[in-house]
């Protein structure tokens, strides 16, 4: 099962209106990753954190590695409709090979 | 289109039937990685090959199995098929298959399983 717990779930949210969501977890994680998924594609990589307490910007969209490494979150702002989509975020632990583990998503519905 | 190619995109079968998922990676990216997405389990790791070689392995039952060629390309083989095993299989590459280097994951499109 899954050990990164992503809210919110959902977000239905007015064009123009900024965007938070989070995720959790109890281990700790030396990588946060943010993904964003379309319908009838895979996840593409938005954001990459590799230190805590970074904070980092892809356009309008700004992503933290939570300083305990448990936590890190995800904020879009002036949300526009292409923003729709289901959002992960993933983690990756100290040892060396790939293995990321997923939260659930968050899936974001902008209307105009 | 992310250079990640996977095909089937959809495929419809039987429970007791066996399939194989192929996977060719990014030009350059040494490692694949595999991935199942449920609606009620999420994305799952399954497993993780670089240059030939598992490297890693996640949640993968034993009727499921994998290998890397050495074109680098990729086969997931499912087997026994369930009802419970419909679902999306996504291949992801990466570059390289440790520390930063397997942190930029390019997912494919998935391919679609039914088991009916």
């Known amino acids: 099962g899954q050990q990164l717990n992503q809210s919110p779930q959902s977000m239905f949210i007015q064009e123009g209106e900024d965007v938070s969501m989070n995720c959790t977890s109890s281990?700790?994680?030396?990588?946060w990753l943010w993904y964003k998924q379309e319908p009838g594609e895979g996840p593409v990589l938005l954001i990459a954190?590799?230190?805590?307490?970074e904070l980092t910007s892809n356009g309008r969209l700004t992503a933290q590695f939570g300083i305990t490494r448990k936590d890190s979150f995800l904020n879009i702002s002036a949300s526009i409709p292409s923003d729709v989509g289901i959002y992960f975020c993933?983690?990756?632990?100290?040892?060396?090979?790939?293995?990321?583990?997923f939260g659930a998503g968050t899936q974001v519905v902008v209307t105009p | 289109d992310s250079g990640v190619t996977q095909t089937p995109k959809h495929l419809i079968t039987a429970t007791g039937q066996r399939v194989t998922l192929r996977c060719s990676p990014r030009?350059?990216?040494?490692?694949v990685y595999w991935y199942q997405q449920s609606l009620d389990q999420g994305l799952q790791f399954l497993i993780q090959?670089?240059?030939?070689?598992?490297?890693a392995k996640g949640n993968i039952l034993e009727r499921f199995s994998a290998q890397q060629f050495p074109d680098l390309h990729s086969e997931l083989n499912l087997s026994s098929l369930e009802l419970g095993d419909s679902a999306l299989y996504f291949c992801?590459?990466?570059?390289?298959?440790?520390?930063?280097?397997?942190?930029?994951?390019?997912f494919g499109a998935g391919s679609r399983l039914t088991v009916l």
């Open positions: 992801a590459s990466s570059e390289r298959g440790q520390d930063h280097g397997a942190n930029v994951l390019t």
């Open positions: 281990s700790i994680f030396n990588t």
């Open positions: 954190l590799y230190k805590a307490g």
């Open positions: 993933a983690g990756r632990k100290t040892d060396s090979w790939g293995k990321l583990q």
């Open positions: 030009s350059g990216d040494l490692s």
């Open positions: 090959y670089y240059n030939g070689e598992e490297r």
